[in-house]
């Protein structure tokens, strides 16, 4: 679709990263039960804390090679959503010990029973207990958590509709100045495209890989969020389709 010039002036660089591989996402890969159901906010596997540092080690290569967008991400602010995988993520692969957590970005599920990893930690827990699963300290601002039961499991598509879209709204007001980096979940990447634009259908249906990299310009268009184009980065892409799937 064509964009008039008056949308255009409005655009700026957002950057959505996945978050690395989850304990919650190795269960499913390994048929395993006991791993979806034994404990809530999962945090990530070792392969996930793997993807994480090779992120980071190409973001390093990247920046040294004065690639314009490792540039860009090296000196944006990192927001992610509260649940510990992201938090994990952008701490992992950006280097940054100060993070705001943004619960807008939380991932849904639509089958609560298997909802685990969507069941977040409480607001005044998310710093001790993502302090214990990195070992070191980290800054986390939960100052726009306004509850301490901030996360929705089995919400209504139009609730989901409206919190991404303040999301968005929200990661472009913060990129008037700079980019702004969000490591988010897979299904909320896809709603973000459903709903505001994508590129090609792909991208509102396939799930990115673990630790991809998209980087986005987000317009608006009477006070509306519209995505106007998105590309990957880095050589990261869609996760390769397991057995079964369309």
Request: aromatic share 6%; hydrophobic share 40%.
């Amino acid at each position: 679709r064509a964009h008039g010039s008056a949308v255009m002036e409005t655009a700026r660089t957002v950057y959505l990263i996945r978050h690395g591989e989850s304990r919650y996402n190795e269960g499913v890969k390994g048929y395993s039960l006991l791993a979806l159901v034994r404990e809530t906010d999962h945090g990530l596997s070792a392969r996930g804390i793997e993807q994480c540092r090779e992120l980071r080690t190409v973001l390093e290569a990247r920046l040294a090679a004065k690639d314009s967008d490792a540039r860009a991400i090296a000196g944006a602010e990192a927001v992610a959503s509260p649940l510990r995988r992201a938090l994990q993520t952008a701490h992992l692969a950006l280097g940054t010990r100060r993070l705001v957590a943004l619960p807008e970005g939380r991932e849904h599920c639509a089958v609560p029973v298997l909802a685990r990893d969507s069941v977040g930690t409480p607001r005044s827990s998310i710093e001790t207990e993502l302090r214990r699963e990195l070992g070191v300290e980290v800054d986390v601002d939960v100052s726009a958590v306004e509850d301490e039961r901030w996360w929705t499991v089995g919400e209504s598509a139009d609730a989901i509709s409206l919190r991404l879209r303040t999301l968005l709204l929200d990661l472009h007001r913060r990129a008037h100045d700079r980019p702004t980096v969000y490591v988010g979940h897979s299904r909320a990447i896809r709603e973000i495209f459903r709903l505001f634009g994508a590129p090609h259908p792909d991208f509102q249906t396939r799930i990115v890989e673990n630790c991809a990299v998209l980087k986005l310009h987000v317009a608006l268009r009477h006070d509306a969020p519209v995505v106007l184009d998105a590309s990957f980065l880095f050589d990261t892409s869609f996760r390769r389709r397991y057995l079964g799937e369309p």
